[in-house]
């Protein structure tokens, strides 16, 4: 089977991760498949290192939207993996003449506009990575009843553990200092609930001075985030540290992982730090709450609460029998129901519906 994979997206997040998921394994079961995506860019480079075909893409909606209805052709099925891709590889459609499917990975309504409703009818199904994206999705859209599947995200536990380095995981915890260290890996979005996580730290710091909290991730709200932390006094112990490739390392130096974000589709960093035993505290939002269990698997906090989001953070710190109660519990989850061979499976099953058998 052939299927061409379009992402637009710039920069490395979650989802162009679970997308290299996904190609590496349709890979494994001998799919003839393709990328397209920005020149340039991160997955890009990912891909050719596999030996995938990439088909480089400019950004421009116009002229991207004519290459996919160009090439799509090729193949038996279009996968757009972000929005925009999602808007070419479906108005192209009436070109290429193939499938379309779309993985909606946000948490957000859907538009109601006119462009909106037109990309959602020509898209033959639409995967959500958590059941409260669907209930979003055909609230917002009722049309889409019986066209939405749920495909959680998913983690590749062998491979985050055979990527960790003791000795750097330790020299990052040196270059960084604090005890404990307490952190996320985010993108520097509205979504993403940075500012909450710089209140509750301060919150923290008066009880744990020796802490040091840190964000792996870049984004557009740098320079904001910045003069918040000047203007609370907390510079050298808030650190934005910027994006990180090496993620299993980073993320194995902290001592507790936060996902304080306003709303999330399930974030895939969640998952990681539960892969590799990191106890989680997260705002029940979205679809955190199929990973995260409250006093099972991790600790959920109201969203934009960062007093509650401090006294969480604080718990977990100082129960050392919680924080090993819950990494386990996380783990053995993360094995049954988040795993990259699941996921993928499930892809695979839906290509051969859309395909017809």
Known sequence: MR??????????RGGEQQLLYLVKGLKEKGFNQAVACRVGDELEKRCRELGIRVIPLKGNQSSDCFRIAAVGKEFDAIHAHAAKAHTISALSKRFHKKPVVYTRRVYYPPKKNFP??????????IVAISEPVKKVLERELPFLKGKVTVIPSSVEVKELNEKLNHKKVEEIKREIGGKPLIGTLAALTEEKGIPELIDAAEIVFKELPSAKFVVFGEGK?????????????????????GFVK?????????????LPSRNEGLGSSLLIAMALKIPVVATAVGGTVEAVKNGETGILVPPEKPKALSEEI???IKDRELKERLTENAFSLILKKFSVSAMVDSYVELYREVKGG
């Not at 909106?116 to 199904?125: A, P, Q």
């Not at 740098?222 to 540290?241: S, T």
Request: glycine share 6%.
């Open 221 to 241: 709200l740098r320079k904001q985030l910045e003069k918040l932390i000047e203007k609370k006094g907390l510079k050298g112990k808030f650190i934005l540290y």
């Open 116 to 125: 909106t409703r037109l990309k959602y009818r020509l898209t033959d199904r």
């Open 246 to 258: 090496d993620v299993p390392n980073y993320t194995k130096a902290l001592d507790l992982f936060v």
């Open 3 to 12: 299927i061409l994979h379009v992402d637009t997206e710039k920069g490395w």
């Open 314 to 316: 604080l718990k977990l």
